[in-house]
């Protein structure tokens, strides 16, 4: 306690400091902007982070909202490109369709496919609906969206438990009565190293009764283009492996009889299938520079090796309705939704399976079955909101909820090898006769507990999620310029999770059943002051939470050395909480707009997520106490007739304020004291630019623009762990191919800052639009997170960025 006494005294000082700073610039440009202003205005952002429409300065906390046209024009096409221009957010690249997602530095480090109990801590909304889902996040295609808004700090209060670091909202256009309107799209490009991609997409929005019913029609086809080559055992390269394609849509209709009721319902859907994975590898038990008896590898950049092709599928579909009415003083809302999702991760496991066939004792020629590891998540969730809203314009406004969720989510693995069995029972037979104790090899038949033949691993794990919460906030202008803002959340949670197993690498749990619950409140503060016309101050203090969980049983048949005894005590992990305590700085006026925030966010409980070594399991264990702190801006001008220029940017702290011991009396795992946490950078910053000019065009005015984007990201690191000296250090310790299993694969596992700039140009006659872009005009091959397979003893390599990419688009508007 007095640790956090004291990073949070430091903090408080630092912040007045620094908001001192920033308020006295602050006031000086809005001063000499509406004296100098060459465009007069910006245009008034409206946004709905408040659960009620206000304008993006008057929110009382820290937001970004990046618009259509901004989207369009930076070819913004994933979160993860959202992310490298918003100050604060982070998403770590998993793979396709496997991005985690953290705000202000509050991380649990690197959350894979196999942990189905790790709850999301940046909760993810389309309009009102919930659609996040822990790793899965899902990776909504951003054509026809109006905006995305990015609200930093927990959002526990109004958006609940999937939000302790904060919320991001896809805002789509919605339904027109009045107009008919639509817009076309075409893409081409090409990966300087890699292959060809494309997309068409269109949206269409339609009254069908004038000003009272309309619908919109969205579709979408995009092809990806691959960029990295696997190595095979034969000896040929496939190309470009890890292509893929998106395609979906979405259609709503809203219907508006008058002026107090509207009913708008929506169904969307989308697959995104990938052919593999943006993995680039150093180590492969079957690949590397140490065999003899093989041929020795070197890996070049972007290369990998495979056994067998794999895929990443993901099919969604959604489908909500919001019905609103306004009975004068207040408006009912309800939102009711129901996700539908099936996901499906299958690798290529067969250096896994070898590495644990190796250590088992069985025959070289076992380590080379292909082996598919299939993951297959199944969701339903359906959710339920209703809440009323004063519409008056007096002094207090306020809003009151109920929320209710119900989630059923069936995760599962099967591991087919074919031709495993047979091994299996002859190593049995081996071990067995020896009769030495504690010793004994089970056969196939005895370890499958009623799972398919040739599958070493099997596990079925149903999770049931009920939650049900009420919440309330309102805000009192106690004078014109001084508004008090409170809020409070209750919540309760309750999750049941079933776990069934089998196959020689499992445990053979048989309907094992576990519980998880959890009730209390989340409440939120905050003061804003106007200063004047153009500047506002505000301070808050908000409380978030994230649901614990229990972690799946350790696979023990496969835990070498003290690994067992080391990550076997942590089988649950409580519920994660924080306070976060800010003070903001808003400012506007004559074409510019300033916003910063100074804030420290003091974490009890946090979830940290480990790899439990030669276990090939992961866990999440709580660390007592923990802290980010930090300063995060935006600034945008134009500072001449077309000119718009920006920059955002965040200098973080997360560290560690305590340390977890092992059973072995050692720190597990790098969570110590002073470390810092996991995938997050301490410096980001996004600088943009843009200038627009009229040309003419066959007769046509129209405006010529080019623009720029450079985003720098600075070092991270994928698990506290790899902060330990020697941490880059691996020895596979399993003799293979002529390999003596103790040589030593060494690699700097402190992820290297990178910058990404792109480029385009194009010309906007309104009905038509041309542009041409070149994303990563310097190639650069950024690692995004570290990717090891059995603690590093079957395979290790780095998640990578798409190469250099040139591309022309096409857009018509009717």
């Known amino acids: ?9 430091r903090w408080a000082l630092s912040g007045v400091a620094a908001l001192a700073l920033l308020l006295a610039p602050g006031m000086a440009f809005a001063q000499q902007a509406d004296a100098d202003s060459q465009d007069g205005e910006p245009e008034t952002v409206i946004v709905t982070a408040t659960k009620r429409s206000t304008a993006l300065q008057d929110v009382p906390f820290s937001i970004n909202a990046l618009g259509q046209t901004e989207i369009a024009r930076q070819g913004l096409t994933s979160i993860e490109d959202i992310s490298r221009n918003v100050a604060g957010l982070v998403v770590q690249n998993l793979g396709p369709g496997q991005s985690q997602v953290s705000i202000r530095g509050v991380s649990a480090g690197q959350i894979v496919r196999d942990q189905p109990g790790v709850k999301e801590q940046v909760g993810i909304y389309l309009d009102e609906s919930v659609i996040s889902l822990s790793l899965f996040t899902p990776d909504i295609d951003l054509f026809d969206i109006s905006r995305v808004e990015t609200l930093r700090g927990p959002q526990g209060t109004l958006f609940g438990s999937g939000s302790v670091g904060g919320t991001i909202r896809y805002i789509t256009n919605q339904p027109n009565a009045s107009d008919f309107s639509g817009q076309v799209e075409a893409n081409v490009n090409v990966l300087s190293q890699g292959g060809v991609g494309f997309h068409g997409k269109g949206a269409v929005n339609i009254p069908i009764v004038q000003d009272k019913l309309a619908v919109r029609a969205v579709g979408y086809y995009t092809e990806f283009a691959g960029f990295i080559d696997a190595l095979t055992e034969t000896g040929e390269v496939n190309e470009n492996v890890n292509s893929g394609r998106r395609f979906g849509g979405r259609v709503a209709v809203k219907f508006t009889p008058g002026d107090r009721f509207s009913f708008t319902p929506r ?29 020795a590898v070197e890996f070049a950049e972007r290369q990998q090796f495979l056994l067998l092709g794999e895929q990443f599928s993901d099919e969604t579909l959604i489908g909500d309705a919001v019905l ?45 079955l292909p082996s598919n590891l299939l993951d297959r998540t199944q969701l339903g969730q359906f959710t339920q909101e209703i809440r009323l809203t004063s519409t008056g314009d007096g002094r207090l406004q306020w809003l009151v909820g109920a929320y209710y969720a119900n989630t059923q989510r069936n995760y599962s693995q099967r591991l087919p090898t074919p031709g495993y069995d047979a091994f299996q029972n002859a190593r049995a037979a081996i071990v067995n006769a020896d009769a030495i104790p504690n010793n004994n090899l089970p056969t196939a038949a005895q370890a499958a507990n009623g799972f398919p033949a040739n599958s070493p691993f099997n596990s079925d794990l149903p999770f049931a999620l009920e939650q049900y919460a009420f919440f309330g906030e309102g805000s009192l202008d106690l004078t014109k310029r001084l508004t008090f803002t409170a809020g409070v959340r209750y919540y309760n949670f309750d999750e049941d999770r079933t776990i069934t197993s089998g196959g020689l690498f499992a445990n053979g749990d048989s309907g094992r059943e576990d519980n998880t619950s959890s009730d209390g409140f989340t409440p939120r503060f905050i003061l804003d002051y106007k200063v004047n016309e153009t500047i506002s101050v505000n301070a808050q203090a908000a409380r978030g939470f ?38 903001g700085l808003k400012a506007q006026s004559g074409g510019v707009t300033f916003n910063a925030a100074v804030f420290y966010t003091d974490i009890s409980d946090l979830q940290v997520t480990l790899d439990a070594g030669s276990c090939s399991s992961r866990i999440t264990f709580n660390v007592p106490e923990a802290h980010t702190g930090g300063v995060e801006f935006e600034l945008s001008a134009s500072p001449l007739k077309g000119l718009n220029l920006s920059v955002a940017g965040s200098i973080l702290e997360s560290r560690f304020d305590s340390s977890v011991i092992s059973n072995a009396g050692a720190v597990l795992g790098g969570v110590e004291s002073g470390n810092r946490l996991a995938s997050v950078p301490e410096f980001q910053v996004a600088v943009s630019g843009n200038y627009s000019f009229p040309v003419e065009v066959f007769n046509t005015q129209s405006e ?34 002529g390999a003596s299993g103790n040589e030593i694969t060494a690699l700097d596992l402190e992820l290297d800052a990178y910058q990404i700039l792109n480029i385009n140009a194009g010309i906007d006659s309104g009905a038509w639009e041309l542009s041409a872009y070149i994303n990563n005009l310097l190639d650069e091959n950024a690692q995004l997170a570290f990717d090891r397979e059995r603690g590093g003893r079957a395979r290790l390599g780095f998640a990578t960025n798409q190469p250099r990419a040139f591309g022309v688009t096409l857009r018509r508007r009717f």
């Open 1 to 9: 306690m007095m640790a956090t006494t004291k990073h949070l005294r």
């Open 324 to 368: 609103s009415y306004n009975f004068g003083p207040v408006e009912l809302t309800s939102v009711s939704s129901y996700t539908d999702r099936n996901i499906l991760v299958s690798r290529d496991a067969s250096a896994l399976t070898g590495s644990v066939s190796l250590d088992l004792g069985f025959p070289a020629a076992s380590a080379l």
């Open 546 to 583: 994230r649901l614990g969980g229990v972690n799946d049983p350790l696979n023990v048949p496969l835990c070498q050395g003290s690994d067992l005894a080391t990550f076997g005590a942590f089988q649950s992990f409580g519920d994660e909480r924080l306070w976060n305590y800010e003070l």
């Open 267 to 295: 169904i969307l859907y989308q697959r995104v299938i990938a052919d593999g994975f943006n993995r680039q590898e150093n180590f492969n038990l079957f690949a590397n520079p140490f065999t003899t008896t093989r041929p």
């Open 704 to 737: 010529g623009y080019f623009g720029f984007s450079l985003q720098y990201v600075g070092t991270r690191f994928t698990q506290p762990s790899d902060q330990l000296g020697n941490a880059g250090n691996f020895v596979s310790g399993l003799p293979f191919g």
